[in-house]
């Protein structure tokens, strides 16, 4: 419809009419969603957002340049092996050829059309991103929240294209720094809610949602391995920003807002990662069925980003390990599926690295604790400690040994008096046996 309403005016060097075109559609459509949702959902984000939210697809902001060259390169290479076979007739050699080479155009003009509409849409977002969060009435987490939950949650579980398309859509906002936007709330509001949104997820939307926290995590483990690239990309965007809190005992206590630097970022990546790794932990051990089986599902999705550190990834395998036990005999299915993901786990075993390589662990807590062992009191104190502890493990050894001399008192007494009891005694007890026999054998005679 913004199509037909622009004409033939639409190119990119001119993209007004294009983005006036919009606005005439978008604002029709604006009048319409919000009959959706109560007044205070469009309190915290704007209508126009959800509109264009929702009126786009992975096309429109996603230009896969690389896949059209490659592709191209591709059937370039099969005109060269069609004119080298020798065993084609010349005409069969003609009709491959031009085949390919049509192909090859086509390519060509839809790679140019998609770069038109590629950039057209781009203006076009250029020109209302700052009124998509432009709220008074609401802070950055409710605009964040309500932004997740009308839009990015429930399209990411659509189809695998729209849950790529939702993580590229956040990474739009990221780089054109739309207005009241904060990216880091955004990332840590989604890895704080992975277990609620697992637990509710049918088989296929939890691969689907799977796909999308695979892309979310792709491209913060960009910026994480890379200094220059987060510094050029996030050193100054308004996305970055965090609150540094005063005293509040003071008298002029004040909120400053700081850029996070590169090596906070690393921590707060590997505190992302754990929050992840709790949350498939908390379906593992919850026993249920489904949140069992989503679990699994995720982190198949989710493979190539994810487990990073070593240790998170033996806590994950642990859980595992303990499910494929549980399972076995119980539900099959779940078996299966534990055991798949355990060998692809063990397959990615050498590119885990330690948690210091992640981010830089500080070793303040060792310090402390030395510190404070190396004080007189301290010493004094875990002397007493080790004395005590010295005490018990002798008072422990001697009465076992007390216990080990009794109990051999005891068989060899035992023993002793086995031996005393002596053959004559034995005759003598035979005797006034037979002794009685004979007498009852009389009396029972006389009667």
């Given at each position: 419809q913004i199509m037909v309403e622009c004409g033939t005016k639409c190119v990119p060097d001119d993209p007004q009419p294009y983005i006036d075109a919009s606005e005439k559609v978008i604002s029709q459509l604006s009048d319409q969603v919000k009959l959706l949702y109560p007044p205070k959902v469009w309190d915290k984000i704007s209508p126009r957002l959800f509109a264009t939210f929702w009126s786009l697809a992975s096309p429109d902001i996603i230009l896969p340049s690389v896949r059209y060259t490659a592709e191209i390169e591709r059937i370039e290479g099969a005109i060269k092996q069609v004119n080298e076979n020798e065993d084609l007739a010349q005409r069969r050699k003609d009709k491959e050829v031009e085949r390919h080479k049509?192909?090859?155009?086509?390519?060509?003009?839809?790679?140019?059309?998609?770069?038109?509409?590629?950039?057209?849409?781009?203006?076009?977002?250029?020109?209302?991103?700052?009124?998509?969060?432009?709220?008074?009435?609401?802070?950055?987490v409710d605009a964040i929240m309500q932004f997740l939950q009308v839009c990015i949650i429930?399209?990411?579980?659509?189809?695998?294209?729209?849950?790529?398309?939702?993580?590229?859509?956040?990474?739009?906002?990221?780089?054109?720094?739309?207005?009241?936007?904060?990216?880091?709330i955004y990332f840590d509001r989604i890895f704080s809610d992975v277990s609620h949104i697992v637990t509710n997820c049918t088989d296929n939307e939890a691969s689907?949602?799977?796909?999308?926290?695979?892309?979310?995590?792709?491209?913060?483990?960009?910026?994480?391995?890379?200094?220059?690239?987060?510094?050029?990309?996030?050193?100054?965007?308004?996305?970055?920003?965090?609150?540094?809190?005063?005293?509040?005992?003071?008298?002029?206590?004040?909120?400053?807002?700081?850029?996070?630097?590169?090596?906070?970022?690393?921590?707060?990546?590997?505190?992302?990662?754990?929050?992840?790794t709790k949350a498939m932990v908390f379906c593992f051990d919850s026993k249920d069925y489904s949140q069992i089986r989503n679990g699994l599902t995720v982190l198949n999705k989710i493979l190539p980003e994810f487990p990073v550190v070593l240790n998170l990834?033996?806590?994950?395998?642990?859980?595992?390990?303990?499910?494929?036990?549980e399972e076995k005999t119980v539900r099959p299915d779940l078996y299966a599926l534990a055991m798949g993901y355990s060998a692809q786990l063990n397959s990615r075993r050498n590119t885990f690295i330690a948690e210091e390589k992640f981010h830089h662990v500080e070793k303040k807590t060792a310090e402390n604790s030395a510190s404070r062992n190396s004080s007189p009191a301290r010493k004094?104190?875990?002397?007493?400690?080790?004395?005590?502890?010295?005490?018990?493990?002798?008072?422990?050894?001697?009465?076992?040994?007390?216990?080990?001399?009794?109990?051999?008192?005891?068989?060899?007494?035992?023993?002793?008096?086995?031996?005393?009891?002596?053959?004559?005694?034995?005759?003598?007890?035979?005797?006034?046996?037979?002794?009685?026999?004979?007498?009852?054998?009389?009396?029972?005679?006389?009667?």
């Open positions: 049509d192909l090859i155009t086509k390519l060509k003009e839809e790679h140019k059309t998609q770069e038109v509409n590629h950039k057209l849409v781009l203006a076009r977002l250029e020109a209302e991103k700052d009124i998509w969060f432009a709220s008074t009435n609401s802070t950055k429930q399209r990411s579980m659509f189809t695998a294209s729209d849950a790529i398309y939702c993580a590229k859509f956040v990474e739009l906002c990221h780089k054109m720094q739309a207005s009241n936007f904060s990216t880091l689907r949602y799977g796909r999308f926290l695979c892309e979310t995590l792709k491209g913060i483990s960009r910026w994480h391995k890379d200094k220059a690239l987060y510094e050029k990309e996030c050193g100054k965007s308004p996305g970055f920003v965090h609150i540094i809190r005063g005293d509040p005992n003071s008298d002029g206590a004040k909120k400053i807002e700081k850029y996070l630097d590169y090596e906070n970022f690393r921590h707060v990546c590997c505190k992302w990662h754990f929050k992840l990834a033996q806590a994950l395998e642990k859980r595992i390990l303990k499910v494929k036990e004094d104190k875990r002397a007493d400690s080790v004395k005590r502890r010295d005490e018990t493990e002798s008072e422990k050894k001697r009465r076992r040994e007390d216990d080990l001399k009794k109990e051999g008192e005891r068989k060899s007494a035992e023993k002793k008096v086995k031996q005393d009891v002596s053959p004559k005694t034995k005759a003598n007890g035979v005797r006034e046996r037979d002794s009685e026999t004979d007498e009852n054998r009389s009396k029972i005679r006389k009667k």
